[in-house]
């Protein structure tokens, strides 16, 4: 695998990875869509030199032949790839039609429940200030 080939594919790793890390759901899907190139993209390095044909080589010695299994892996990841791509497309809609709004919101219940305090049980300093008021359907479990 040649040097640009590997940097290539740690760069769309991590773009990929950069992307999935933010609350934007174009940019999780992007970033999702970034590190499936990736991943097919190494698959191919890993498979040997273009040109070579997968089975047929020359002599017994097999120095001739390229390893079809990579190759069967990538046609699999590109499948499998697509079928995610298009399943958070439908996802990301849904929820914009919902909310009209391409931001993950946090969980009501997490907030709720107090999950971003310290383990000791002081509060000194809460992870997330949470007022009833402002999400009337959760206001009737809100504990005083």
């Known amino acids: ?23 934007a759901l174009t940019r999780i899907v992007l970033g999702l869509g ?29 120095a001739g032949i390229a390893a079809p299994l ?18 958070l497309l439908a996802l990301a809609y849904k929820s914009w039609v919902g909310t009209s709004d391409d931001e ?14 310290s383990d000791d049980g002081s509060d000194d300093e809460p992870w997330v200030e949470f007022e009833a008021e402002d999400h009337p359907d959760v206001s009737k479990r809100a504990k005083p």
Do not use: C, N
Request: hydrophobic fraction near 55%; avoid cysteine; proline fraction near 4%.
């Open 104 to 117: 993950v919101q946090d969980d009501v219940e997490d907030l709720l429940s107090g999950l971003g305090g």
């Open 34 to 62: 970034l590190m499936s190139h990736g991943a097919i993209l190494l698959l191919v390095a890993v498979g040997g030199r273009a040109g070579r044909p997968p089975l047929v080589g020359k002599g017994d010695d097999g």
């Open 70 to 87: 990579p190759q069967a892996f990538a046609l699999t990841a590109i499948v499998i790839g697509f079928g995610m791509t298009a399943f």
């Open 1 to 23: 695998m040649s040097i640009v080939l590997a940097v290539l594919v740690a760069w769309l790793f991590a773009v990929g990875t950069y992307l999935v890390l933010q609350r």
